[in-house]
């Protein structure tokens, strides 16, 4: 498990799980080498990603603008949420947050390093 916040301890979690199961291994080895192309790529492309992103923030500021006013699209998730039991909510925040660190970890890892050496050549 995880000790406390410390990026060094989840490194070596999944240090340590990659070298008992040849998938997992695979699986962040996939998620390292893609994140190396994608910061490698973003380096290169950067002025289309400032546009995209800039596009994608009007996008939200104009869906902000016209959905603020209909929440209640939003009502039945809402009841289905505060409707669940606090073990089955647990649980499946801790479940997200095992997937989001899993996958998004040698990812951004990737990325960072793709984005160096793009940035160096």
């Known amino acids: ?18 070298s008992g199961d040849p998938m997992v291994a695979a699986a962040l080895l996939v998620n390292f080498l893609v994140g190396l192309g994608l910061g490698y790529l973003t380096v290169k492309i950067a ?3 400032a546009a995209a992103v800039g596009l994608i923030a009007a996008l ?3 869906n902000v603008w016209v959905y603020g006013n209909s929440m ?3 009502a039945p998730l809402k009841r289905i949420a505060e ?7 647990q649980a ?10 899993m996958t998004l970890s040698p990812l951004t890892i990737g990325f960072i390093v793709g984005a160096v050496i793009g940035a160096t050549r």
């Open 92 to 101: 499946l925040i801790e479940t997200a947050k095992l997937l989001g660190l």
């Open 60 to 62: 939200v500021a104009f």
């Open 1 to 18: 498990m995880v000790q406390g916040n410390s990026s060094v301890g989840l490194l070596s979690d999944m240090i340590e799980t990659a």
């Open 83 to 89: 409707e669940m039991s606090g073990e089955v909510k």
């Open 47 to 49: 002025k289309y990603i």
């Open 72 to 74: 209640d699209n939003i």
